[in-house]
């Protein structure tokens, strides 16, 4: 595929990530696509068969980024607080941001039948992004930034604290002290020196 079949590629992503983040999974059609984008249908189907299609590419995206973000900045020996810092003021800022997120999306698409069972599970997503963060808080306690602590425990207090604000900020408007205070805790538990 050339770079103008990429880009129509990434055009429909963008569009799609709105309007799942807008009406979640199931209320999102391959025509709503198709007028987001401007596309004519043969267009869509030339690079997308389903909504279920790009969604997983949506989320194949979202976690690759994430996961290349840890893995050179570790590589690069940046230092682990510098990380955390970084990761966790995006996450504050997306545990606030209803508009933009794919939480009830999520939901409805992995909690089908058809995907509970499939190597696209929510189980797998939650693996992956558990190896990532896992990486990164042993990579924080063997360079004496972070406190010995159980590195799984812990990412299931981020990745679970993280997806029930921004589940709830779906249904009801969240006070930014919350997530606030969620990362500052995350700070606490883990860094040595919080304040430094």
């Known amino acids: 595929m050339g770079a103008k079949g990429e880009k129509t590629k990434q055009l429909i992503c963008q569009c799609a990530f709105c309007l799942f983040a807008e009406k979640g999974f199931k209320d999102v059609t391959m025509k709503d696509i ?28 979202l976690m690759a980024n994430q996961q290349n973000e840890f893995e050179e900045k570790i ?12 990761v966790l003021e995006r996450y504050e800022n997306e545990m606030t941001d209803s508009e933009h997120s794919l939480s009830i999306a999520i ?10 069972k499939s190597n696209n599970s929510i189980r797998q997503q939650y693996e992956t992004s558990k190896d990532m963060w896992t990486a ?6 063997q360079t004496g930034e972070f406190s010995s ?4 425990a812990v990412y299931d207090l981020i ?3 993280y997806q029930g604000v921004r589940m709830y900020s779906k249904l009801m408007e ?3 002290r919350i997530p606030k205070g969620i990362t500052r805790q995350i700070k606490t538990l883990l860094l040595k020196d919080p304040a430094g």
């Open 34 to 61: 198709c007028e987001r984008t401007k596309l004519s249908r043969g267009g869509l189907y030339r690079h997308y068969e389903s909504t279920s299609q790009i969604f997983l590419e949506i989320v194949k995206v």
């Open 75 to 86: 590589k690069a020996k940046v230092p682990a607080r510098e990380i955390l810092y970084d």
């Open 107 to 116: 939901y409805e698409f992995f909690s089908s039948p058809s995907m509970a």
């Open 136 to 141: 990164l808080i042993r990579y924080g306690i």
């Open 149 to 152: 602590v159980d590195p799984e």
């Open 159 to 161: 990745v679970f604290s």
């Open 174 to 176: 969240i006070d930014d």
